[in-house]
């Protein structure tokens, strides 16, 4: 196209001396020279952004399995040690995060560990905003069949802890009008009727130590506690009174974990939570929690 207007207007100066259309000649030229430029680099862009889309499209359809994250939820609210938290609220070890490391080994998975309120647990799960949660029950759930259950992976003694110099606990109406330290987000089936009827005051408190710290002191009448907890505790410091326990008159509670019904990863996480029970791993990490079992002494 160059040469045909080169041509043309060399036709035309050769035969005229017009300076207006020599010069609209000479800018004729130039001007194609520019688009053909323009022409080069555009065609050259949209090749490279092209390009550039298929392999970012390739690269998010086909995520490798680097990025497959194992959400789980442990609340900072889980009495030690099923999860031992640092000073600055930062998850350190604990049966949980023993056992959902395992977890995430066996199946090549990162861990990222969600920090979420006792009360909200449930939901995090149901709407798989989480994969996993450990240490809950159906009974304690309000919506028990919209969660994968694994287990039960072992049975937990819940224990009421008083004063020693106070009278024994062995039945509901031994705690009617009497104040008792609870921790916040958690449900006590046997307890829950008598609360909503005020019968017992419920207490909440942030941790084990802090209720057992305030039972000491003559705040409380008495603490929910289970047995790993207690025993953990107590093996771990002194109190200003000495305290005694009695069990609850109830069956031992079934402990289990719950995966989201959503979650892409729970036939992988059912198998493995399955494998590990199987195998004795679970009861073997139990067993190194017990620093100390629970004298009887404690008991009158």
């Not at 300076?19 to 490279?48: D, H, P, Q």
């Not at 889980?78 to 640092?86: G, H, K, L, R």
């Not at 305030?214 to 107590?234: F, I, K």
């Amino acid at each position: 196209m160059t040469k045909m207007i080169q041509m043309k207007c060399w036709g035309h100066m050769r035969k005229t001396s017009d300076y207006g259309l020599n010069a609209l000649c000479n800018f004729m030229i130039k001007k194609e020279r520019w688009f053909k430029l323009w022409f080069l680099v555009m065609t050259l862009s949209l090749f490279l952004l092209s390009s550039w889309g298929s392999v970012a499209q390739t690269s998010i359809e086909t995520p490798t399995a680097e990025h497959v994250l194992l959400r789980a939820v442990v609340s900072e609210t889980n009495p030690v040690p099923y999860a031992m938290f640092s000073t600055e609220g930062k998850l350190m070890g604990g049966i949980s995060k023993n056992l959902i490391d395992k977890i995430g080994q066996l199946n090549q998975m990162p861990v990222l560990y969600l920090d979420v309120p006792r009360a909200r647990v449930e939901g995090w799960l149901i709407s798989n905003q989480a994969d996993v949660g450990c240490f809950l029950s159906p009974d304690w759930v309000s919506r028990p069949k919209e969660l994968a259950w694994v287990g039960p992976l072992f049975h937990s003694s819940q224990l009421v802890v008083r004063r020693s110099d106070s009278k024994p606990i062995l039945g509901l109406s031994d705690m009617y009008h009497k104040r008792v330290g609870t921790i916040r987000g958690f449900v006590y089936p046997e307890l829950e009727q008598a609360f909503a009827e005020r019968l017992i005051t419920r207490d909440d408190a942030h941790s084990l130590e802090s209720n057992l710290t305030r039972l000491a002191q003559g705040r409380l009448d008495a603490v929910m506690a289970v047995d790993l907890s207690l025993g953990y505790v107590l093996s771990k410091r002194q109190f200003d009174a000495e305290l005694s326990y009695d069990p609850l008159w109830t069956q031992p509670p079934a402990i289990y974990c719950a995966i989201s019904m959503e979650s892409p990863l729970r036939p992988a996480l059912q198998e493995s939570f399955n494998n590990l029970h199987k195998s004795g791993y679970i009861q073997q990490l139990l067993q190194q929690y017990q620093p100390t079992a629970l004298s009887s002494d404690n008991q009158d």
